[in-house]
């Protein structure tokens, strides 16, 4: 139903940026907020952060002042802009889509959330 496909990431030194983007297809309809979550070696995988459909942002406290996260609904996609980024930011990140906010009639079209392949980020110290 959707398809979620990021890309940006790669290998960068500590204090460095980099902006990862995750293009949605497919029935985007069925997506209300969005959402990037990263998974590290050995451990769960976390919330970096959220956006609504309407705008509102949620940030782990890990990240706040660092990462950005915007949508261009026009063109289907998310970002996250990382800046100031440290190597426990290293982790394999994916994007979310979630269906749960779509309007009543709507959601019936619908599946469950839609995840993403992941992108890789490893930053060095």
């Known amino acids: 139903q959707v398809q979620l496909v990021e890309s940006g990431g790669g290998l960068v030194q500590a204090g460095g940026s980099l902006r990862l983007s995750c293009a949605a297809s497919?029935?985007?309809?069925?997506?209300?907020?969005m959402g990037w979550y990263r998974q590290a070696p050995g451990k769960e995988r976390e919330l970096v952060a959220a956006?609504?459909?309407?705008?509102?942002?949620n940030y782990a406290d890990s990240v706040k002042g660092r990462f950005t996260i915007s949508r261009d609904n026009a063109k289907n996609t998310l970002y996250l802009q990382m800046n100031s980024l440290k190597p426990e930011d290293t982790a394999v990140y994916y994007c979310?889509?979630?269906?749960?906010?779509?309007?009543?009639?709507?959601?019936?079209?619908?599946?469950?959330?839609?995840w993403g392949q992941g992108t890789q980020v490893t930053v060095s110290s």
């Open positions: 956006i609504t459909s309407g705008g509102t942002t």
């Open positions: 979310n889509g979630d269906p749960a906010g779509v309007g009543v009639f709507l959601r019936p079209l619908c599946g469950g959330e839609y």
């Open positions: 497919g029935t985007t309809i069925c997506i209300s907020a």
